[in-house]
């Protein structure tokens, strides 16, 4: 008798994360010997910073090997709370923050933590690609909020006051955004946070890239702006991208002590502590000097700046300038219906195919983002391989006829 493997309905209806499928695809075409351009990777092609490691392999050395605090060792916790004084002036006693492997992980313990089933989330769109699975996976109920590329994708603030309703409990902030390179403005941030105060909602505000602004603003975010609004305020954030450490898996949570509470418990039926190495490792990118992540950021804004020149320079593509994080989103959109090869492209994803395909250029296609207009290429690599990247896709898009 066959015999098919129970598998539930939760994992039936879960799809696997589509950025680091393309990556994985583009990753296994190039150990095959193809000669890819990868812009489709989310992380940093800079090594961690020396000192970093240093701290890792004396923690290693010491004997820091065995299980810690659930939510994080106390030193670590200090100095997240010394971090978001001085970049925030926002206080946080060590009750109010957990540690956790990855932003990733703090995004799911909060869902799980704060969730029951049918509360509706509100996700701007485009969105990060785990924010409606990790909504959905609390049972929770996503709410999509859509933007305007013309509005440089601003928060649509009259339509968020028309989708709050009795079962709002949550809104999802990305600023700067992972597609576009989006930051919402002060003016909004400031509407969203009384919204949250009147109408009795959370605002998960996942400041990721928020060291990586080229606007000379910031960082910032929304409790920083409305202190009033700090107990309505989640604020995650973590050590991936500021500190190429996306592999050393590091994230953390400031908010609410009720909320941290209810997440480290989450937290201690899942998975434990995060590693004890890389707290440590954590502590030393935290509290050390920052100079190779001001480095890091001057390299990403003369890449954006380069990016977006050969951009701006295809005909047909239309694509906001970023203000922050290391990802372009052209809108690709009006090559759709025209064909290259005998191969007619209507979405992002055929496009994506056709990308790598034809042209072995690896992006994302816009769709995992929530709009199918679009790809997202990351800058995040050397300036020869977008140089490269660019000179393909403007030879690919050239191929496209009517
Ligand atoms: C917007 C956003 N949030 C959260 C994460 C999660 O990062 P990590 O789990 O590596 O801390 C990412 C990573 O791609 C991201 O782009």
Same mark, same amino acid.
């Given at each position: 008798?066959?015999?098919?493997?129970?598998?539930?309905?939760?994992?039936?209806?879960?799809?696997?994360?589509?950025? +680091?499928?393309?990556?994985?695809?583009?990753?296994? /075409?190039?150990? $095959?010997?193809?000669? !890819? #351009?990868?812009? @489709?990777?989310?992380?940093?092609?800079?090594?961690?910073?020396?000192?970093?490691?240093?701290?890792?392999?004396?923690?290693?050395?010491?004997?820091?090997?065995?299980?810690?605090?659930?939510?994080?060792?106390?030193?670590?916790?200090?100095?997240?709370?010394?971090?978001?004084?001085?970049?925030?002036?926002?206080?946080?006693?060590?009750?109010?923050?957990?540690?956790?492997?990855?932003?990733?992980?703090?995004?799911?313990?909060?869902?799980?933590?704060?969730?029951?089933?049918?509360?509706?989330?509100?996700?701007?769109?485009?969105?990060?690609?785990?924010?409606?699975?990790?909504?959905?996976?609390?049972?929770?109920?996503?709410?999509?909020?859509?933007?305007?590329?013309?509005?440089?994708?601003? +928060?649509?603030?009259?339509?968020?006051?028309?989708? /709050?309703?009795? $079962?709002?409990?949550? !809104? #999802?902030?990305? @600023?700067?955004?992972?597609?576009?390179?989006?930051?919402?403005?002060?003016?909004?941030?400031?509407?969203?946070?009384?919204?949250?105060?009147?109408?009795?909602?959370?605002?998960?505000?996942?400041?990721?890239?928020?060291?990586?602004?080229?606007?000379?603003?910031?960082?910032?975010?929304?409790?920083?702006?409305?202190?009033?609004?700090?107990?309505?305020?989640?604020?995650?954030?973590?050590?991936?991208?500021?500190?190429?450490?996306?592999?050393?898996?590091?994230?953390?949570?400031?908010?609410?002590?009720?909320?941290?509470?209810?997440?480290?418990?989450?937290?201690?039926?899942?998975?434990?502590?995060?590693?004890?190495?890389?707290?440590?490792?954590?502590?030393?990118?935290?509290?050390?000097?920052?100079?190779?992540?001001?480095?890091?950021?001057?390299?990403?804004?003369?890449?954006?700046?380069? #990016?977006?020149?050969?951009?701006?320079?295809?005909?047909?593509?239309?694509?906001?300038?970023?203000?922050?994080?290391?990802?372009?989103?052209?809108?690709?959109?009006?090559?759709?219906?025209?064909?290259?090869?005998?191969?007619?492209?209507?979405?992002?994803?055929?496009?994506?195919?056709?990308?790598?395909?034809?042209?072995?250029?690896?992006?994302?296609?816009?769709?995992?983002?929530?709009?199918?207009?679009?790809?997202?290429?990351?800058?995040?690599?050397?300036?020869?391989?977008?140089?490269?990247?660019?000179?393909?896709?403007?030879?690919?898009?050239?191929?496209?006829?009517?």
């Amino acid at each position: 008798m066959s015999w098919t493997f129970p598998l539930s309905e939760r994992v039936r209806n879960l799809k696997p994360s589509p950025t +680091l499928a393309i990556d994985t695809k583009a990753k296994t /075409l190039k150990a $095959k010997g193809v000669d !890819i #351009i990868n812009l @489709s990777a989310g992380e940093p092609d800079f090594d961690t910073p020396e000192h970093i490691k240093e701290a890792a392999i004396k923690a290693i050395r010491d004997g820091f090997t065995k299980y810690t605090p659930v939510g994080g060792i106390p030193e670590l916790k200090e100095a997240i709370a010394a971090k978001f004084e001085q970049d925030y002036k926002l206080t946080y006693r060590p009750e109010q923050i957990m540690v956790s492997t990855g932003g990733k992980q703090v995004l799911y313990n909060v869902a799980q933590a704060i969730l029951d089933p049918g509360d509706e989330v509100i996700i701007p769109v485009p969105y990060w690609v785990s924010y409606p699975a990790i909504v959905e996976l609390a049972e929770g109920t996503v709410r999509f909020l859509p933007s305007d590329p013309d509005k440089d994708f601003a +928060l649509d603030l009259a339509e968020l006051g028309s989708m /709050l309703t009795s $079962k709002t409990r949550a !809104i #999802i902030l990305n @600023s700067p955004s992972n597609p576009t390179g989006a930051v919402y403005s002060r003016e909004d941030l400031m509407t969203v946070a009384a919204l949250a105060v009147e109408h009795n909602f959370v605002i998960i505000t996942d400041d990721i890239y928020d060291q990586i602004r080229f606007d000379n603003k910031g960082p910032e975010n929304i409790a920083s702006l409305v202190p009033e609004a700090q107990d309505h305020v989640i604020v995650v954030n973590g050590v991936s991208k500021t500190y190429a450490m996306t592999g050393w898996r590091i994230g953390y949570l400031a908010g609410p002590q009720a909320v941290v509470k209810a997440a480290t418990k989450i937290q201690s039926q899942s998975t434990s502590n995060p590693n004890s190495i890389a707290q440590k490792a954590v502590l030393a990118a935290l509290t050390g000097p920052q100079d190779e992540v001001l480095k890091m950021k001057k390299a990403f804004l003369e890449r954006k700046n380069y #990016i977006m020149e050969r951009l701006e320079a295809i005909p047909g593509i239309s694509c906001v300038k970023p203000k922050g994080a290391f990802y372009v989103f052209p809108d690709l959109s009006s090559y759709y219906g025209k064909k290259a090869f005998g191969k007619e492209i209507n979405n992002s994803l055929e496009m994506a195919d056709y990308l790598l395909e034809e042209s072995r250029i690896a992006g994302v296609p816009g769709i995992a983002f929530g709009d199918d207009r679009f790809m997202r290429f990351s800058y995040a690599t050397d300036l020869s391989i977008i140089q490269e990247g660019m000179d393909r896709l403007r030879v690919a898009l050239s191929n496209l006829n009517s």
